[in-house]
């Protein structure tokens, strides 16, 4: 317990008074290298062998065991533990034995990537205990490795190749660059489309973004028309200027919408039908800030926010989920916030509307999921926005630190992350909230 | 965005600048008031009745509405507040209008307990969302309560009186007073014995304690004896002295017993059994740090780690568990870490360990649930025990003010949340990890 503070709390005091310039992300370039240098493919999980075939297919260089690893002398790139099969805690350091050595020879902006089965569906206490452990041991390690790289885990239930290979392939390549510390669980999905455009992963996709004008939203419009979506952007009119010039970015269109409207959700799914042709993907992303303590808390401050923020995208969603609005297989993302997971001061009601939001992707995806819909969400840590640039020096040096890879986020880091929840290939992702922190210190 | 880190940051940097004296927690007294000032008991759900029922008959004065409270003109020692009828988002404003009057007024170690429905136990998305925005409240108002203030939330599924009540009870008394922004799921149960002795409401029971020659284990033998339990307090032999002053002072019995030896869980259950008649309460507290970077681990601290701190559970609660072993009703408590929640650096093992604990209870719980035994555990932070005072004073002093109540815990905090789990009053609280830890910003 000592040294859980006296780390943590030690590292940060350093990084304050050195300000080491932290390492440059390596970020998702499309047509580029999924991932650089070998991988080390090991474990006896029952995804190990198809992962690495499907990285033989890829072209990338792996490595079955640290022997091999060992006589090549070279820095790893990646490294994908399974350890799905693990069902006594005593099998655990197998975790140490195959993958220390490989983690010491981690290049920048290595990877490591543990696989394991969703504890949740294993019924034998020890082995949902072994599963479960895994957590912890991701957590731990991002928190030691450096130099930009990252852990995480993939918890899968029963055999879900498909989306564990899609959760993999996320975690290994620049699209998930500040997404640290994190456990996703995936599962099977009726999916069928297996063959998409890797340069073009949402080719024929038409994606709705609200609050598209600026900031992360314009960026998550960005992104997924990069990888080949027809992009609906949709802003209060006031924005409309800025909508404008967003969607002209991206050769999507443009709809001017208050998202606490009556009928904005109709409207939504009436525009992008009308103009072309489908309803693939919704991200809802708009949201307000209206901070106060709560002892202060007025009636306007706390109901524009519960209303924007969670409240819309209840009622849009009966026209976008109702008869002709999303088509199956669709998806819908939210952005949550770490202050919906950890709370934060000032902001009960924002706090209260990201909570919520959770609360609304987790009761949400279990209804959809038959019709093939995913619902899921990122919730952003520190991104480097508009809104961060104003907060004063000292403060922001400090905010934007607090985390593994001790800087801020992108808004393109947020945008990825969605690119990925909306791709084919993540069938079996739902009811998933990713934090997009680089490991922020700050959690529940 | 801005403001979460801005105003955590800043708040924390202020604070360690200045260094103010933190305020001195409000704990539990046996015989003496379950709270100081009148209870504001308010919103529309379907416990807030029964609550202030009980809170009359206990001769604990009560207000019903905001109205009552600003004539009364004084402080008010806590505030209870049902939302568990909220079905919609904008029911939540409730929380403002009836809350925000009364937090304002709330005394030094007052305490704010919110009661709503266990998200999950909801099928409508709205509903929901609503259940699980008060966690967002919760945790957001945890961080801006001052002078010793907590802020909680109840999560019932169904009837749950008895386990609300038994919840609403620890959150107010100075049992809670270092647990903080934390959620607590309680459902109902079988329970028959509401009748108990509110000076030893573990009287009767026989309670083993592992590693309870010193420090938190011993403080746990000491609690649960004050509070009426026969106490079996476990410890290695080479702790023998020590371990025998703990059981002479609790007047109880020491068991020298390794918790990794074959046999250990069985030694266990027939010492109780022999010596005291039954085995009612296992508190699984034994447990080791080996810390190390994880690509320097080695295979003795790996595996000692986890078999002290999750194998040996496992295979202790065989017995335990087993024919003859615990009572029907009983309890089992596990002491997991905040560690292996957010993770640590240089504690891949530990974290492992620890996440294991939590797969643990949570696997556990619902096996065991047919027989009213209910398992849960306790996350501590950062706790004042030797341990934590070989930390330079520096680090130290950041490490046990990087919480809400801008402290460390005590070792009684930790068993206090466990005597609570203990009791029969409890018996509708199951699979839960309830951190003590002054909501420490740490998490995941």
């Known amino acids: 317990m000592a040294d859980l503070f006296s780390s943590i709390v030690g590292s940060q005091v350093a990084k304050r008074v ?12 499309p047509g580029g290298p999924l991932c650089e240098g070998p991988v080390l493919v090991a474990g006896g999980g029952r995804f190990a062998e198809g992962i690495a075939a499907w990285l033989d297919g890829l072209g990338i260089p792996t490595v ?10 070279t820095t790893v790139g990646a490294v994908v533990l399974d350890l799905s099969a693990a069902t006594d805690p005593s099998e655990l350091d197998q975790l140490r034995v195959l993958g220390a050595p490989a983690v010491k020879a981690l290049a920048r902006n290595g990877r490591v990537v543990l696989v394991g089965t969703d504890p949740a569906t294993v019924t034998d206490v020890g082995a949902s205990a072994t599963q479960r452990a895994l957590e912890g041991v991701v957590r ?3 928190k030691e490795l450096r130099h930009g790289a990252t852990a995480n885990l993939v918890l899968a239930s029963g055999d879900a190749r498909d989306a564990v290979r899609s959760a993999v392939e996320f975690f290994l390549s620049g699209r998930s660059a500040y997404v640290d510390g994190q456990a996703v669980r995936v599962g099977t999905s009726t999916r069928t489309d297996t063959d998409t455009d890797p340069l073009r992963p949402l080719a024929g996709k038409v994606a ?22 027809t992009v609906v952007a949709v802003d209060v009119p006031p924005a409309g200027d800025a909508l404008a010039a967003v969607a002209n970015e991206v050769k999507g269109t443009a709809l001017q919408v208050d998202v606490t409207a009556d009928g904005a959700g109709r409207r939504i799914v009436e525009h992008a039908k009308g103009r072309h ?10 949201g307000i800030t209206r901070d106060k303590l709560f002892v202060n808390m007025d009636e306007d401050r706390w109901g524009a926010v519960v209303d924007v923020n969670l409240r819309s995208i209840l009622r849009m969603n009966e026209a976008i989920l109702g008869e002709g609005g999303i088509s199956d297989d669709g998806r819908i993302v939210c952005v949550a916030s770490i202050a919906g997971i950890a709370g934060n001061r000032g902001q009960t009601n924002y706090g209260a509307s990201k909570a919520g939001v959770i609360g609304l992707v987790t009761a949400l995806s279990e209804q959809v999921a038959d ?13 480097e926005t508009e809104m961060t640039a104003r907060i004063p020096f000292a403060t922001r040096e400090i905010g934007r630190r607090m985390n593994s890879l001790q800087q801020g986020g992108q808004p393109r880091d947020v945008a990825e992350t969605i690119g990925w929840f909306a791709q084919p290939g993540a069938a079996g992702v739902t009811g998933q909230v990713v934090r997009v922190c680089g490991q922020s210190l700050l959690g529940a």
Chains 1, 2 share one sequence.
């Not at 050195?18 to 370039?29: A, E, F, K, N, Y």
């Not at 709705?208 to 990069?226: K, M, P, Q, S, Y």
């Open 371 to 383: 019709r093939g819909i995913t619902v899921n969400a990122v919730a952003p840590g520190f991104i």
């Open 140 to 142: 731990s390690l991002a």
């Open 277 to 286: 042709g489908s309803l693939d993907i919704v991200v809802h992303n708009a």
């Open 208 to 229: 709705v973004v609200t609050g598209a004008a600026r900031g992360i939203g314009a960026e998550i419009a960005r992104v997924l028309a990069r990888d080949g979506a």
């Open 64 to 73: 079955r065991n640290v022997d091999d690893q060992t006589r090549t002398g």
């Open 18 to 29: 050195g300000v080491p310039q932290p390492t440059r992300l390596r970020r998702h370039v």
